[in-house]
């Protein structure tokens, strides 16, 4: 496991055997051995596929591509993640990003597992063609290991519900009369795919710095209001009143969050400044997320980044570069592209007292630390963009039974099962000085070395 979610995962440990409420029969000797078993379980994967998928390009020539499936744990259910299509793509990355999973999984009482799958690709750099031969021919290679009851890929970066589609037909094709619609999740929804699941993680990302800034800060205010926890002041100080919201990323969960931000007029919430990988757009008086967009759907999903472009849709921004969406003076900054974004190097330049991650593992450990020490609060990815997953169980469920939900009941069920969760981390995150991540870790790590424990796994 990477070093961060590593790192977490231990100090969560540590916090836990020093807890003697929490497994109280593993007394000394017992207790020591046993949280040492549980390092080494959650530390590392159980299993690790790798493969070179051999595809013939447009060119004629054969290419070999690597391409991943970690699988992390299965102690909830089984394996769930996305598979990621992108250059940058390592086991070191996959491994933590399958980490991850089994810990959101867990925070949110999701019944599964946790995997991620990855392919060392730029998909922009690859035609429609090839992008489904490299699709089938990842199913082929893992095809023993994937299924509806062992291991559920999704979408992640770079992929979407076309590729599901051509995965789940592999998998049908190579396992005929065999269940096959809970095998991939993030399927278009004439595929057996769940209404609600494309807008499913960015909507929980709203929602989740909505609901702990507005909703439960309200209702909570009369224990909350004389706290000194640094904390609770970041939060007060930004409840009540309209706020400014810069987002990183314009994909499918950065233009969702931006709009549903847009969207929510009773808390006159502005969306100031949105970013992609070209360009940052800003305005302090606002921008018009429709109309973006409604751009970036007619150009490949970039903003716009001309003055004529922006001309075009009659609208008003400055043109900066990609970066300086961090950078800006603004209350709330989502951060929905990729990891390590703001590290030690330019955590100095942040402003925003409010940072949710979209992405996953946007903020490294390093710069958590400085950020936290500021009183800055970080709501992090295992809880704030389990979003997809929970909606992709509803998807695996609804396969399952082959009925299924209007869009409204899947974001409502989406809605409770994010509030169910939140309403019993914030008031442990309100009430300690610990940041929200540890608070979540604990959570996570509580539920899985519960569970372990009381499967006789931890001897
Ligand atoms: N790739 C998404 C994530 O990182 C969704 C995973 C899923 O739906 O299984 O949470």
């Known amino acids: 496991m990477a070093s961060q979610t590593g790192a977490i995962?231990?100090?969560?440990?540590?916090?836990?055997?020093?807890?003697e409420a929490f497994l109280p029969n593993l007394q000394e000797q017992a207790r020591e051995q046993a949280f040492l078993s549980l390092a080494a379980i959650l530390s590392t994967p159980n299993k690790v596929h790798k493969a070179f998928l051999r595809i013939t390009a447009d060119s004629g020539n054969v290419v070999r591509i690597p391409a991943y499936r970690i699988q992390h744990n299965d102690t909830l259910g089984p394996y769930k993640g996305g598979i990621r299509f992108h250059e940058s793509v390592s086991e070191e990355e996959v491994t933590n990003l399958a980490a991850l999973m089994t810990l959101k999984n867990a925070l949110h009482e999701v019944p599964f597992g946790g995997g991620k799958g990855g392919v060392v690709i730029n998909p922009r750099q690859y035609s429609a063609k090839e992008l489904y031969l490299i699709c089938k021919k990842y199913v082929q290679y893992f095809s023993d290991v994937l299924g509806p009851d062992k291991d559920i890929p999704a979408p992640d970066m770079g992929t979407g519900e076309r590729e599901m589609?051509?995965?789940?037909?592999?998998?049908?094709?190579?396992?005929?009369?065999?269940?096959?619609?809970?095998?991939?999740?993030?399927?278009?929804?004439?595929?057996?795919?769940?209404?609600g699941r494309r807008e499913a993680t960015g909507k929980g990302v709203y929602f989740t710095f909505r609901y702990m800034i507005h909703d439960f800060l309200k209702a909570q205010s009369s224990w909350l209001s004389g706290s000194d926890n640094p904390f609770v002041q970041t939060a007060i100080a930004h409840s009540g009143r309209p706020l400014t919201i810069a987002v990183q990323g314009f994909g499918n969960v950065g233009s969702v969050a931006a709009l549903e931000a847009y969207k929510c007029t009773y808390?006159?919430?502005?969306?100031?400044?949105?970013?992609?990988?070209?360009?940052?757009?800003y305005n302090p008086d606002g921008l018009s997320i429709p109309a973006l967009i409604d751009?970036?759907?007619?150009?490949?999903?970039?903003?716009?980044?001309?003055?004529?472009?922006?001309?075009?849709?009659?609208?008003?921004?400055?043109i900066l570069g990609r970066e300086a969406v961090l950078y800006l003076d603004v209350d709330v900054l989502i951060l929905a592209a990729l990891e390590e974004q703001i590290r030690k190097?330019?955590?100095?330049?942040?402003?925003?007292?409010?940072?949710?991650?979209?992405?996953?593992?946007?903020?490294?450990?390093?710069?958590?630390?400085?950020?936290?020490?500021?009183?800055?609060?970080?709501?992090?990815?295992?809880?704030a963009n389990a979003g997809g997953v929970i909606v992709s169980y509803f998807e695996w469920l609804q396969g399952r039974e082959t009925q299924f939900y209007t869009e409204e009941e899947v974001h409502k069920l989406l809605y409770d099962k994010m509030q169910k969760t939140l309403n019993g981390i914030l008031p442990v995150f309100f009430g300690d000085p610990h940041p929200l991540r540890q608070n979540c870790y604990i959570q996570a790590v509580m539920k899985l070395s519960t569970m372990l424990y009381r499967q006789g796994k931890l001897y």
């Open 267 to 281: 808390l006159h919430n502005k969306v100031t400044a949105v970013s992609d990988r070209n360009v940052t757009l």
């Open 165 to 195: 589609d051509w995965m789940m037909a592999e998998y049908k094709s190579i396992h005929p009369g065999q269940p096959y619609l809970g095998s991939f999740t993030g399927k278009s929804v004439i595929n057996g795919g769940s209404l």
């Open 345 to 383: 190097d330019n955590v100095g330049q942040v402003k925003a007292r409010i940072i949710v991650e979209g992405a996953n593992a946007p903020v490294t450990g390093e710069a958590d630390v400085t950020l936290s020490s500021r009183g800055t609060i970080i709501i992090p990815d295992i809880l």
């Open 295 to 318: 751009y970036a759907a007619q150009h490949q999903g970039d903003l716009p980044v001309t003055e004529d472009a922006l001309a075009s849709l009659g609208l008003k921004a400055q």
């Open 9 to 19: 995962v231990q100090q969560s440990l540590n916090a836990l055997m020093g807890d």
